[in-house]
């Protein structure tokens, strides 16, 4: 099954990383891998809450100050008060992000308004802990709760790394699917992602399978909205080498009247091969794509699970 990439797929990012040198001291942070690799796949939105906001560029360095769940974003040697021009900026910007029909959202790690996660929160004794929200990114991810997110420090892990870009592909095909809003359009999306769905979550599976089920007997908007919900929490539940074999094994099913006892002994041993990680996944997908087209296996030709993202990022030939 295609993974649509002629299509447009927006994501927003930090600007700093796409090389724009709107930093505090005037530099930048580019990332090499966003711009030059997803590059070739995504349409970037820049986002700089702090140029954005009204800051100048150069300007004073900022840091979160006081309570981690609320905290306050403080100029760091004048001591400024910069949080409710930062909260009210985001809001509206948000606002506007939400009619951009994003699919994804890459964050600047650590940065006290762009940080997901352990940023630095300073105390009244001025002592750090790294257990802050960047206010942009806090109100990001309050406001479009299921949109796929992540920071560009984490994408150096290579499971984190396909799990988000795998679920900005999805989040696509199903916002295609969504503006269709027929009972085909989603009983079709999830067929095709039957298998993708079980290497995520079996329980997650067997839910959107009932949902699926009630297609043309439910309300479409109050149908399509639980299956989202459904569909984005299952997508947020990583894949491990355990649920992709389960998967593997479950599709040797689909050749056990025409494969041969050595060919169902060769799957078996590079299933194996992959499950003690000494091949990474894209071998044992190879063999089975091989299969399916040899002999035109009509469901398995259906699933995005053998072909989620384009092959040349390489994300399953880890071990």
């Known amino acids: 099954m295609e993974h649509g990439v002629d299509e447009t797929i927006k994501i927003g990012v930090s600007a700093c990383l796409l090389g724009q040198p709107v930093r505090y001291d005037g530099g930048h942070k580019h990332d090499r891998y966003i711009t030059d690799i997803l590059g070739r796949y995504f349409t970037f939105v820049p986002v700089c809450p702090e140029v954005e ?42 606002a506007e992000l939400e009619k951009e029909d994003l699919c994804g959202f890459i964050f600047k790690s650590k940065s006290p308004s762009s940080g997901m996660e352990r ?33 560009e420090g984490r994408l150096n892990d290579l499971l984190l790394r396909e799990n988000f870009i795998e679920s900005v592909f999805v989040f696509r095909r199903w916002r295609t699917a969504r503006a269709e ?21 079996e329980q997650h599976y067997r839910e959107l399978g009932r949902l699926a089920a009630q297609a043309g007997n439910s309300e479409p908007t109050e149908l399509f909205t639980s299956y989202q919900e459904a569909l984005l929490a299952a997508l947020k539940l990583k894949p491990t080498v355990k649920k992709h074999c389960n998967v593997l094994l479950h599709m040797m099913g689909y ?62 030939n880890h071990a």
């Open 53 to 94: 906001c009204g800051l100048s560029i150069p300007r004073e360095a900022m840091r979160l100050v006081g309570d981690p769940a609320a905290p306050r974003l403080v100029t760091v040697r004048s001591g400024v008060d910069l949080t409710d021009q930062m909260n009210s900026w985001a809001e509206n910007r948000v």
């Open 119 to 151: 940023v630095k929160v300073y105390d009244r004794n001025g002592v750090p802990r790294s257990t802050g929200v960047g206010l942009f990114a806090r109100t990001f991810m309050e406001r479009l709760p299921l949109l796929p997110v992540e920071e």
């Open 181 to 201: 809003a027929t009972p085909a359009a989603l009983v079709a999306f999830h067929t095709g992602h039957k298998l993708l769905l079980r290497s995520h979550s």
């Open 255 to 316: 050749f056990k009247k025409v494969l041969s006892g050595d060919e169902k002994q060769e799957l078996l041993e590079v299933i194996d091969r992959f499950r003690s990680f000494h091949v990474p996944l894209i071998v044992p997908l190879t063999l089975f794509n091989h299969y399916i087209r040899k002999y035109r296996e009509p469901y398995l030709q259906r699933q995005v699970y053998l072909n989620p993202h384009p092959i040349e990022l390489k994300l399953r």
